[in-house]
């Protein structure tokens, strides 16, 4: 079965400092990564998404996360955070050909202190 | 915006009784997902269905069940609820031709005194 292991469970961040949160998967095959955030009293919404082609994907809120295939890493990274960006992250990752099941990290909550 | 609905949205219940969480989602997605999150564990998947007639149990045990008679509708039940039923359940679907991405629903907070 595949895991997701994402190693920070709480970042405490002021406005303007410069975010990365540790995501890696166990699965030997291909697959598709997914980071989703949660707001505070809010649904699950996707943030960004990687099937294929460049490893350095953008998402929406000035986002992005880069797959390194030779980690087992999807790191979800931001340059310059807000308060607004205080909410839960989640990694998720579904084997692309097979897998019809999604597997999640345990998330990281994110503080963002104006 | 993704059209996905779960009802209720909370539900305090005492030990034995019987309880149906609702799904529904307007966007004729075939695959449809339940999910038990409790806080600081990760999403774990309790229910799935490819299509109408077809559920299968994921990989967390769970003394649930499910139907899924129409496409749009994706009902849990629980037959007798317990306190270690305690959660909260979040509802997700998927439309294979929408690159794997799947939409969640706003999550049902239940409480089994």
């Known amino acids: 079965a595949q895991s997701v292991s994402q190693h920070n469970h709480h970042v405490i961040l002021s406005e303007a400092a410069s975010l990365e949160l540790g995501c890696n998967y166990s699965y030997g095959g291909t697959v598709n990564l997914f980071w989703y955030v949660q707001y505070p009293g809010q649904h699950l919404q996707l943030l960004l998404k990687y099937f294929s082609g460049d490893p350095l994907v953008k998402g929406i809120k000035g986002f992005e996360a880069e797959f390194i295939k030779s980690k087992f890493s999807f790191n979800l990274r931001k340059p310059s955070v807000q308060w607004s960006d205080t909410a839960e992250y989640f990694c998720?990752?579904?084997?692309?050909?097979?897998?019809?099941?999604?597997?999640f990290g345990t998330g990281t909550s994110l503080t963002v202190i104006p | 915006e993704a059209d996905i609905y779960q009802t209720p949205r909370y539900l305090v219940i005492g030990t034995g009784k019987k309880i149906t969480l609702e799904c529904s989602q307007t966007m004729g997605h075939d695959k449809m997902y339940w999910y038990q999150q409790d806080p600081g564990m990760e999403l774990h998947l309790i229910h799935y269905?490819?299509?109408?007639?077809?559920?299968e149990k994921g990989d967390l045990s769970s003394e649930s069940t499910v139907s899924r008679i129409r496409t749009e509708h994706f009902p849990l039940t629980l037959e007798s609820a317990r306190p270690s039923h305690t959660s909260q359940y979040l509802c997700?679907?998927?439309?294979?031709?929408?690159?794997?991405?799947?939409?969640f629903g706003p999550g049902t907070r239940l409480l089994v005194l």
């Open positions: 998720a990752v579904n084997a692309r050909y097979t897998g019809n099941q999604f597997y």
């Open positions: 997700a679907s998927r439309n294979t031709r929408d690159q794997e991405t799947q939409y």
């Open positions: 269905s490819y299509g109408v007639n077809s559920t």
